[in-house]
């Protein structure tokens, strides 16, 4: 296969970090299930250091990690090779250059360094000087699209050879979050057709994730009232008319305090009305349980001119709380894309 050219490797970093988004992935935040992984991919290969690696366009993030035990007085185990870094939840990214694992995904393929100094090209590598990583595999992390989502790797401290049963059986330890990757999906499934049903209320609404606001879903009423903007892009920033007018200090609000807030008689233009409109924002904490912590907010608009009563607005954000709870912890991953 011949290499890609940088605007080809430029363009399928994009498309990882959507796909990632979309899947609820693209962050740095420790997952049991992927943790749990790196675990077994130690202990199967008797490596000190595994990590399941998700890499976009901008970073690699560690979402599954395994490092040795240290010892009660905080020393590393020797018995395992231990290592004398630090990797705790602050240190689960790199940058894209970082490592092998970029390698990994360029290629498309198992890499399999015995001894990273017989590689001029490797040898030379940060992770080599930063942490005495002296032999490496990395396996393409596929999802059940066959996208190549970064890689699930190990290494050690010593040069050792990596034999045809430990690469086997990598590659069958990475095929098993396929099934996580299709649950994902599924999720995402059920949130299509919850939304496809939202998508006729007769009022704008919009939900958004974290604090900055990064918009997940918006209606046909949202994007004709206040503007067609693209998932995942930072509502402050590209809905400044909703911004000016306060929309987004009470979404705010409601995100740091978990507590439904409201704006009342706000006046905006919209894009369908030549004259300013009169609207009230209801923006209601969204969880994916009744104890988890807030993941995002939605905001339902109502145009005062309109006979819909108030009540309806609270009845609507209240039925997709309730929905958000069914689907669970991952009911976030991922939603039907912003208009």
Known sequence: ?????????????????LRLQVLGLNTVEAEA??????????????????????????????RGMYVPPSSPDGAADTESRGIVFDLSDI?????????????????????????????????GNALVNDMGVR?????????????????????DMVARTWDRKIKEGMQELTETLLSEFKLRDSLLAQQHELFAVFDGAPFP????????????????????????????????QVLSGLDSVGVFSAMDEAFHTGQTTTLPHAAITTYDSPSPQAF???CTPVRTSPTAPV????????????????????????????????????GFGGVVPGR
């Open 1 to 17: 296969m011949d290499p890609l050219t940088p605007d080809q490797t430029r363009h399928a970093a994009e498309q990882r970090r």
């Open 33 to 62: 299930t992927f943790d749990r992984v790196a675990r077994l991919a130690a202990s199967f290969t008797q490596s000190p250091l595994a990590m399941v690696n998700f890499i976009n366009d901008e970073r690699q993030m560690f």
């Open 91 to 123: 240190a689960r990214e790199a940058p894209t250059d970082y490592g092998f694992c970029p390698h990994v995904v360029a290629q498309g393929s198992q890499l399999a360094l015995d001894d990273v100094f017989d590689y001029p090209r490797f040898r």
């Open 135 to 155: 032999s490496y595999l990395g396996t393409p992390l596929r999802d059940n699209t066959g996208m190549i989502l970064g890689t699930v790797c190990v290494a």
């Open 205 to 236: 609404i919009m939900l958004t994730e974290g604090p900055h606001h990064l918009l997940r879903y918006a209606n046909g009423k949202q994007g004709a009232a206040f503007g067609m903007v693209p998932q995942f892009s930072p509502g402050r």
């Open 280 to 282: 009230s924002f209801l």
């Open 295 to 330: 993941s995002g907010v939605l905001t339902v608009a109502m145009n005062s001119h309109e006979s819909y009563p108030v009540a309806e607005q609270h009845v609507f954000a209240a039925n997709v709380q309730e929905r958000f709870e069914q689907l669970g912890t991952n």
